[in-house]
């Protein structure tokens, strides 16, 4: 849809089937197979509805068409804050939409495109090679176009590839003479468990939607049309946090967090939901100033990816789709310009956000494990590294500026480095920890928790 707008026509393909007629139907039988994560909970932070009104505002309208609800977490922090919030301090900002239920996001999507000029969405179509042509840069294979897997050719300026973390585009650059472009990964993951409940409005939050609690992790989402989902999220190592796959057993626990109990007041609705993610990883396609390959670029997961315990996921996708247009746009005649300007878009904006989100995994997942064969705290508190963090997320519970320099952070509007570098924030940060308990929600200790998990 934005390229469409810069006057570029466009061919969608998308290997899965196209959605249904209806949004309910969308959720019960729709089958995107291509889409591992399809029937998680899914949220979009306040920078990311900010960024779909300011860019994509048909979309934002199918969403809230769909039963997409508007609430605003970091007002529900202020009004529980020790003292009370800060008149003076904006909050409007930190407004999310959400539907918590995938299906109905991607079909919202589908959707808007379906009506928008200059777009041709070709359903059930996969790409399966890339065509080459004559090359722009030395030595460097060009792309024109890509080869369906039914064996028709469909020429392009530039291909983009949103393929997603399973994304083939490595090999397929490979494939046409191109070096292979390097990946760097990560290896610090969770196991998420996902109970989805309906009845008649979400319940209220009284503590952070996405809350530490020793040894495993919760996640309370509100969404569309009396639907919310509770997902605890665990190291794979924990053979014990396993038995919350069975629904009463996760019941059992989410009782016993006296800040989530009542969360669990509604009817619940199918089966967990159980997904395991443990790489995060980007894909290095510039190389020593060099692309792998001309007339191709990857977008969001295509080109790294994350674990999806911050629910940031569809919000970078869309930073990186409003960052590369720009550059499509502006050099779709001069191959080896667009791959350049792309990487420096990439490297400045979503590389910074995808390395914060990493960060996080670095100090959660050691902590979840101690906690869980009850070892001492895996890191020296001392460490800036690891005091600057913590200090911040208690802080938010007790001074109103710092909750609102925290939702910029956890709302996907500024990074963590950006915010702390103001003039005198990281001090008040220190501060405000350091004269208050250090939070943390309420909840079993690990051996409570085990003899929940009977």
Known sequence: MLLARQGIDTVVLDRDDGPPDDPEKAWERWDRRSVPQFRQVHILPAGGRELLEGHLPEVAAQLEAVGAIRFNPAVDAARRL????????????????????????????AAAASDA???????????????????????????????????ETIAASVVVDTTGRRSP?????????????????????????????????PPEPRDDLLSAIG????????????????????????????KVRDPRTFARVLRALPNHA?????EAQGDICSMAARTNATREFVV???????GVVPLGDAWGFTNPSLGRGVTMGLLHAVETV?????????????ASEWERRTRERLARWHASTVDFDRLRAPEVDAFMQGLDDPFDASDPSVAGPRAFASAAHYDPQVLQWFHEVIGCHTLPDD????????????????????????????????????
């Open 82 to 109: 020790f003292g009370g919030a800060s008149a003076d301090l904006d909050w409007t900002r930190f407004e999310t939409l959400t539907t918590c239920r995938r299906p109905l996001i991607d079909f919202a999507y």
């Open 117 to 151: 000029p200059g777009i041709e969405i070709r359903y059930g179509q996969a790409a399966t090679a890339l065509v080459t042509g004559t090359e722009a840069i030395p030595g460097v294979p060009h792309v024109t176009g890509v080869r369906t897997q039914s064996g």
């Open 169 to 201: 585009l490595s090999a397929m650059i490979e494939a046409v003479g191109g070096r292979r472009p390097p990946e760097h990964a990560f290896e610090a993951g969770f196991v998420y468990a996902t109970q989805f409940y309906r009845g008649s409005r």
């Open 215 to 242: 040894s495993i992790s919760v996640v309370t989402v509100p969404g569309d049309n009396g639907w919310w989902a509770v997902t605890f999220y665990y190291s794979p190592r924990d053979k014990h946090m396993r």
């Open 262 to 266: 009542h969360w669990a007041d509604g």
């Open 288 to 294: 020593d100033g060099t692309p792998c390959a001309t």
């Open 326 to 338: 720009p550059a499509i746009a502006e050099h779709l005649d001069d191959p080896g310009q667009l």
């Open 419 to 454: 915010v702390l570098a103001r003039e005198g924030a990281f001090e008040r940060v220190l501060e405000v920890a350091s004269t208050n308990p250090r939070y943390s929600s309420p909840g079993p200790d690990r051996a409570e928790l085990e003899e929940l998990l009977i």
